[in-house]
Nanobody, 121 residues
């Protein structure tokens, strides 16, 4: 059974930084994607960033490019999301996800419980 546990959320003022962590247990794939998603009240879920476990290739949403950085420590089965220059629009529940690598992109299968990020002006 794969479990994802996020941590690192909290409240911060605009312009500040936070680092989210997500540790996976029960790994069942040798290669996979790890990603971060977010959902604000009344809005659709947005994919923020993801990283391939084997190549380290990263993909970012335009809304966070150049402000957020996704990274991984495969030895610790942990993925990070460094969030800098935070804006009020970044306020949301952030979810970690793990998915299989397919020819069509990630197949997101496992999800964490979420961690809240609140940015105030």
């Amino acid at each position: 059974q794969v479990q994802l546990v996020e941590s690192g959320g909290g409240s911060v003022q605009a312009g500040g930084s936070l680092r989210l962590s997500c540790t996976a247990t029960g790994n069942i794939w040798s290669t996979y994607y790890m990603g971060w998603f977010r959902q604000a009240p009344g809005k659709e879920r947005e994919r923020v960033a993801f990283i391939a476990s084997n190549t380290g290739t990263t993909v970012y949403a335009d809304s966070v490019k150049d402000r957020f950085t996704i990274s991984q420590d495969n030895a610790k089965n942990t993925v990070y999301l460094q969030m800098d220059s935070l804006e009020r629009d970044d306020t949301a529940m952030y979810y970690c996800a793990k998915g299989r690598i397919t020819p069509y992109g990630p197949n997101w299968t496992y999800w964490g419980q979420g961690t809240q990020v609140t940015v105030s002006s």
